[in-house]
């Protein structure tokens, strides 16, 4: 999300201000920081990095500082750091230019609807295209700061979604990759007056473009996992087999101390389901360790949650406590070397498991997308699967689909050799 931000930038930035992206930091006459405000360490490193970039700027060069943490500190980042010329919030991206040209601005009102801009166009690949569905986020989960940030949840309309795919798609991208905080929650609130259709009637939509040949999408929330998504994910041929379905706890009393809305029960019967119907799906997840009361017994639940659903990738966190959330006036903290402990564990099982797992890969052909070329003449992609692939090869084949067969695996690359 971040990532299409800064291109949303880049697009007004070049199209009304005639900037253009370098990446010699000494020759910029403008620094922009997007940030991330989910945990703390993020936070800690923006001021660090600030004082770096000053000292390197060219004389007369403006710093900005953009997305949640600017949303969350304002002005505060213009007190500590009096050389930032503007603080824009991750809900105010579209003001980008109005900022730069006003001394010391600070923008970072949340409730600003820009579920209807139509910004400009600007891409970093060609072959890819993300594409926002909504803004904002409308759940409460105990620990999470997204909501301060980013503001309420406001779906973007249909018709401006499909024109952005389709004018992608005429540009030569064959993957479109949807973004929301709670993207199957798609419909829940237009902002003007737009027909009201939900996920899975987007995806039927989407998957009309001719030449549009992969959809992908993150993060569905397993609450609104209901059967007619997972039906229409099975089912459509052009919605890649890989799903992201944060977990982040295997302990159904945690679940409820993160108001989370489903149950271990649900999460494993929605994988169940998934998985009887996409029998090649791929799951990958997100689970937090040491939230506040987590018992040795929840953490148990944890672990014994990924030996049984066999996850194909995991990202994992050590609780971090945010302002302006309900968990951070909990109590019953956790000591941070248990923390420590426990994401420890965890990160070792998540290795264990992915070993075993890495090894079915192998012999297997894989339609991969290329879309990088790497040194040494190797050209890489994603399989439906969303494996990351290598193969040798030239730049002739960016852009391309072509069949694999793995014959070496690596913990986050396979290789191969193209066979169709
Ligand atoms: N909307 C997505 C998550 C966005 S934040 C969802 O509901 O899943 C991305 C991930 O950061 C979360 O899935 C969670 O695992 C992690 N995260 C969020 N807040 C956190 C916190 N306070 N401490 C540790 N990890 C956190
Ligand atoms: Fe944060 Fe929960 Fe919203 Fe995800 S669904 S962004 S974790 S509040």
């Avoid at 620094?31 to 991330?36: Q, R």
């Avoid at 969350?72 to 230019?97: C, D, M, Q, W």
């Avoid at 249909?158 to 389709?166: F, G, H, K, S, V």
């Amino acid at each position: 999300m971040n990532s299409r931000d800064s291109e949303h930038m880049i697009a007004e930035l070049r199209e009304k201000e005639g900037y253009e992206v370098t990446d010699d930091l000494s020759s910029a006459d403008l620094i922009i920081i997007n940030t991330c405000s989910v945990r703390e360490k993020p936070v800690s490193k923006l001021f660090s990095e600030l004082g770096v970039f000053n000292k390197k700027k060219k004389e007369g060069a403006k710093i900005g500082v953009c997305g949640c943490t600017a949303s969350h500190l304002g002005t505060e980042i213009i007190k500590r750091a009096p050389y930032v010329n503007f603080v824009l919030g991750a809900r105010n991206v579209s003001k980008i230019s109005e900022v730069l040209h006003k001394e010391r601005a600070v923008e970072i009102d949340i409730n600003y609807d820009e579920s209807e801009f139509a910004f400009n166009d600007f891409r970093t690949s060609p072959y890819k295209a993300y594409i926002n569905i909504s803004i904002g986020c409308d759940k409460s989960c105990t620990y999470c700061i997204v909501p301060k940030t980013r503001g309420e949840e406001i779906s973007i309309p249909t018709e401006l979604i499909l024109r952005e795919a389709q004018k992608a798609v005429e540009r030569g991208a064959k993957e479109v990759f949807l973004l929301g905080q709670n993207v199957n929650n798609y419909g829940r609130r237009f902002s003007g007056e737009h027909e009201d259709i939900n996920f899975s009637e987007l995806l039927r939509r989407l998957s009309k473009i001719d030449s549009l040949e992969r959809i992908r999408f993150t993060s569905p929330h397993p609450f609104h996992m209901d059967d007619e998504f997972i039906e229409e994910f099975a089912s459509n041929p052009k919605i890649c087999k890989s799903i992201h379905m944060p977990l982040q706890s295997g302990s159904t009393k945690v679940l409820k101390d993160m108001k989370r809305g489903y149950s271990r029960e649900w999460f494993l019967n929605r994988v169940q389901k998934l998985r009887s119907m996409s029998p090649d799906v791929s799951i990958s997840t997100d689970i937090i360790v040491a939230f506040p009361g987590e018992s040795d017994e929840d953490f148990e639940d944890s672990l014994s949650i990924m030996r049984e659903v066999e996850f194909d990738q995991i990202f994992s966190f050590k609780y971090s406590a945010r302002p302006e959330t309900e968990a951070e006036n909990f109590t019953n903290t956790i000591d941070e070397d248990v923390a420590s402990s426990r994401l420890t564990t965890l990160q070792n099982l998540s290795v264990e498991i992915l070993d075993k797992k890495g090894k079915t890969h192998l012999g297997k052909i894989y339609r991969v997308y290329f879309e990088e070329l790497n040194q040494n003449y190797y050209v890489s992609g994603r399989s439906d699967n969303n494996m990351f692939v290598k193969v040798k090869g030239s730049d002739e084949l960016l852009g391309e689909f072509r069949d694999v067969k793995i014959t070496e695996i690596g913990r986050s690359t396979l290789s191969g050799e193209i066979v169709g």
